[in-house]
């Protein structure tokens, strides 16, 4: 299995903060990257496809990068609704596997 | 657009099987675009994939749960469903449906709301 490891687990922030969640494959899975955000009580919403397309509806200040077996999910300056937890997902190869969540807290 | 809605008993005792179905209204589950998909969530933890099935009846399933998860659809009733047998405690979670869009590299941007499923006596 392709293991997703993200980091950090956690994190503080304020609003307007840049903040950058990073997320590593322990092999190459080319741009087979999504990532999620989950609000409390609710199921996740898919932010970001093919490790850097934005899917619609997403506001533009969310943005994906990387590669191979490095990516990085970019808020640009955080909104009072962007905190929540963050997924990272392979979709490579099965099983797909999802990162253990980065949840983002306000300062 | 397009909706999923999970159903399915909120109790199953152990060793029992879980049953749920996921029903797709607006936009049909023959698509030759989508797979379609079930992923679970215990109590305070992350989401781990359970497994997919296409239109056409052909499956992958996560080999993590030992061959318990049986995934089937029906076209005729636009749904597709989960039974997950000898099930334990650790089987608790939220399950959720989810569309796998293939022109997305299989990212899934269709979630049912999810139907908790507690196991117990």
């Known amino acids: 299995d392709i293991q997703m490891t993200q980091s950090p687990s956690s994190l503080s922030a304020s609003v307007g903060d840049r903040v950058t969640i990073t997320c590593r494959a322990s092999q190459s899975i080319s741009s087979y990257l999504s990532w999620y955000q989950q609000k409390p009580g609710k199921a996740p919403n898919l932010l970001i496809y093919a490790a850097s397309i934005l899917q619609s509806g997403v506001p533009s200040r969310f943005s994906g990068s990387g590669s191979g077996t490095d990516f990085t999910l970019t808020i640009s300056s955080l909104q009072p609704e962007d905190f929540a937890t963050y997924y990272c997902q392979q979709s490579y190869s099965t099983p797909y596997t999802f990162g253990q969540g980065t949840k983002l807290e306000i300062k | 657009q397009l909706q999923l809605l999970e159903s399915g008993p909120g109790l199953v005792k152990p060793s029992e099987t879980l049953s749920l179905s996921c029903t797709v209204s607006g936009g049909s589950i023959s698509s030759s675009t989508y797979y379609w998909g079930w992923i679970r969530q215990p109590p305070g933890k992350g989401l781990e994939w359970l497994g997919s099935?296409?239109?056409?009846?052909?499956?992958y399933d996560n080999p993590s749960l030992k061959s318990r998860v049986t995934i089937s659809v029906d076209t005729s009733k636009n749904q597709f469903s989960l039974k997950l047998s000898s099930v334990t405690a650790a089987d608790t979670a939220v399950y959720y449906c989810?569309?796998?869009?293939?022109?997305?590299?299989?990212?899934?941007?269709?979630w049912g709301p999810g139907t908790s499923v507690t196991v117990s006596s």
């Open positions: 989810a569309r796998l869009n293939k022109n997305y590299y299989y990212g899934m941007d269709v």
């Open positions: 099935i296409y239109y056409s009846g052909s499956t």
